[in-house]
């Protein structure tokens, strides 16, 4: 039975590689796997909470929204790089102005 639950587990899991002798994790791009699933959970706690407000939002916003101590800049730049990467990978579209917004 724990094998099964492994394996299961493994099914689910976010694909990582190694990097410089690091694991890392490894962000899809939306073409390949539109299942937002195959999102690591950071990322897909971040898409989910973008998709919510419904518009276009910043990062100070979506770091309320998580917890983040909003008024320290530090904290909030390793979510702005999240939320980068989700929009590099397709998942969101940066505005430029500092606003992300989901795809449809």
């Known amino acids: 039975m724990s094998e099964q639950i492994a394996g299961e587990r493994a099914a689910v899991a976010p694909a990582s590689a190694q990097v410089g002798g690091r694991a890392m994790l490894l962000v899809p791009h939306r073409g390949d796997s539109p299942d937002e699933t ?3 959970g950071d990322y897909r706690r ?6 919510a407000v419904g518009g276009p939002v910043q990062v100070r ?4 929204e998580v917890g983040l ?5 530090g904290k909030l730049e390793p979510l702005r790089a999240k939320l ?3 929009a590099d990978c397709g998942w969101l579209r940066n505005l430029g102005d500092g606003k992300f917004i989901a795809r449809l």
């Not at 971040?46 to 998709?51: H, M």
């Not at 916003?61 to 309320?64: A, L, R, S």
Request: charged fraction near 25%.
């Open 38 to 40: 195959a999102l690591p």
């Open 46 to 51: 971040v898409l989910v909470i973008v998709r």
């Open 61 to 64: 916003t979506v770091g309320e």
């Open 69 to 73: 101590q909003v008024e320290v800049r």
């Open 84 to 86: 980068v990467k989700l």
